[in-house]
């Protein structure tokens, strides 16, 4: 399994900027669909960027496409979310979290919903994000 913290997150305008980073340590060896989730009050989280740790494939949820891009920096072992263009509707908590696939798997599932029970992924501590209008 990986360990993972997060930093980043704020308060911003709509049209801003922010950036996410996740530092990950542990398992260098398996290949994880890692990425962020959101969550708002009264609701489940959400994969909205995700990439797969072995290719760098990335994956988005529709309403961040164009706006939010995921990047590893392999070396650094940290993963990074930068935001633009935030509405106020990205408002959420964000998570950094992470679950072992096989090698030949595909983490396009893992954009929207959890794909199975919270104790089969890796968590970050969660950093809250919130853009005014």
């Known amino acids: 399994q990986v360990q993972l913290v997060e930093s980043g997150g704020g308060s911003v305008q709509a049209g801003g900027s922010l950036r996410l980073s996740c530092a990950v340590s542990?398992?260098?060896?398996?290949?994880?669909?890692m990425g962020w989730y959101r969550q708002t009050p009264g609701k489940g989280r959400e994969g909205v960027a995700i990439?797969?740790?072995?290719?760098?494939?990335?994956y988005y949820h529709d309403s961040v496409k164009g706006r939010f891009t995921a990047s590893q920096d392999n070396a650094e072992r940290t993963l990074y979310l930068q935001m633009n263009s935030l509405k106020p509707e990205d408002t959420a908590m964000y998570y950094c979290?992470?679950?072992?696939?096989?090698?030949?798997?595909?983490?396009?599932?893992?954009?929207?919903?959890?794909?199975?029970?919270?104790?089969?992924?890796?968590w970050g501590q969660g950093t809250q994000v919130s853009v005014s209008s």
């Open positions: 979290a992470a679950r072992r696939t096989s090698a030949g798997g595909s983490c396009l599932g893992d954009i929207g919903p959890l794909q199975g029970p919270p104790h089969l992924y890796s």
């Open positions: 990439i797969r740790t072995r290719g760098g494939s990335t």
């Open positions: 542990g398992d260098t060896i398996s290949t994880y669909c």
